[in-house]
């Protein structure tokens, strides 16, 4: 229909409302796809939570992204009350900003399928069940989502598929969640503020169909835990595992429990019990006989100081390039930051077809 899409990018001009609210008039009832960028936060905030209350029963697709403004504290206290919202399929919310947590209020949604906000935010389902959300993308800067608000997204939606969040903060709240399971999840990403918080979410967690696994954790505040215990419950065959902050030990575990894996990236390991990094790269030494994860296509490593190992990692690449049996899977190898410059012993694989990415070689 003629009028059932409104979009419109352009931060030169303020934002022009008439033209926003004519559209409405002459669309009816039509069901609306809004799409809208570069809006002011500080003066179109109170105007866009107003629409999206106002004319939620028509909505199908929304998408509308603030600039990087400045608003104080307390500005944002309003809710944005989504309640009758039998259309709509996607929500996209960009606001990046220093603020109090918008409190969004999504109930009686069947037909959404994807939601995804990069917002302070607090959101609430009710006691209401998502029954076709298959994508849910949290990102937030700021501390303001808790272990409650990341188990509720993951209870109250048994169709995901792909679920992404950062960053989730433990806070004060008491956490009393029966465990999860969802045979849906394919894709899983957490980034946690506190090792405490990762532990609380993951130990409550079983996805037995999962095959992308990422865990992200500030280097600063103790390592992620929970991700091979994550994947013994589940018993899922991972093929792309990303692992920031974690302990060595972790990482092997992971490497065994694995045999399908194509994509490793691991960064900012913490060596425990005598494990080091050293000993993740002679474990991913293919020899005769034993072979873990022997489908690797690409491996990266960052922010690890390399460069007393390059004898040991030249092996491992080689005996990933040269395959006496079977068929070679190694495509890439990436480092970054890790006090490394060059592999010699690699060039006549580099000749031959594999991609040798070396980042910041002279971090720090």
């Excluded at 902050?245 to 045999?259: A, F, G, R």
Aim: with cysteine; glycine share 4%.
């Amino acid at each position: 229909m003629l009028w059932s899409t409104f979009k419109y990018a352009d931060e030169r001009f303020p934002f022009p409302w008439n033209q926003l609210f004519l559209f409405f008039f002459r669309s009816g009832q039509a069901p609306l796809t809004l799409e809208l960028a570069d809006l002011n936060l500080g003066e179109d905030h109170m105007n866009v939570a107003s629409l999206l209350c106002n004319h939620q029963h028509r909505f199908k697709h929304v998408s509308i992204h603030f600039l990087k403004d400045e608003i104080t504290t307390g500005d944002m206290n309003e809710a944005i009350e989504l309640k009758n919202i039998p259309l709509l399929e996607t929500l996209q919310l960009n606001m990046m900003c220093k603020t109090s947590p918008l409190r969004i209020q999504l109930q009686h949604a069947p037909c959404l399928t994807s939601l995804n906000l990069v917002v302070p935010y607090s959101v609430d389902f009710g006691d209401l069940i998502v029954p076709n959300l298959t994508d849910c993308v949290i990102t937030q800067k700021i501390e303001f989502m808790t272990v409650n608000d990341c188990l509720t997204l993951l209870r109250s939606c048994p169709a995901l598929i792909n679920f992404s969040a950062e960053t989730c903060f433990r806070g004060r709240q008491r956490v009393d969640f029966e465990d999860i399971y969802n045979p849906n999840l394919i894709s899983f990403r957490l980034g946690c503020t506190e090792s405490s918080a990762s532990w609380s979410i993951m130990q409550r967690l079983r996805f037995p169909n999962l095959k992308r696994l990422s865990l992200l954790q500030n280097v600063f505040r103790g390592h992620v835990p929970g991700a091979s215990a994550l994947i013994s419950r589940s018993q899922s065959l991972i093929e792309s595992l990303e692992l920031m902050s974690t302990s060595v030990d972790c990482i092997m575990q992971c490497l065994e429990l694995s045999p399908n894996l194509e994509r490793l990236s691991v960064s900012s390991c913490y060596e425990d019990g005598g494990a080091n990094v050293r000993d993740v790269i002679l474990r991913l030494t293919l020899e005769s006989g034993e072979r873990v994860c022997p489908r690797l296509k690409t491996i990266e490593f960052a922010y690890f100081d390399l460069s007393q190992h390059t004898g040991e990692i030249a092996s491992m690449v080689k005996s990933r390039w040269h395959i006496e049996e079977g068929t070679r899977h190694l495509e890439s190898v990436v480092f970054r930051f890790c006090k490394v410059s060059a592999f010699p012993d690699l060039d006549h694989c580099r000749d031959e077809g594999l991609n040798i990415d070396i980042i910041a070689p002279g971090y720090p």
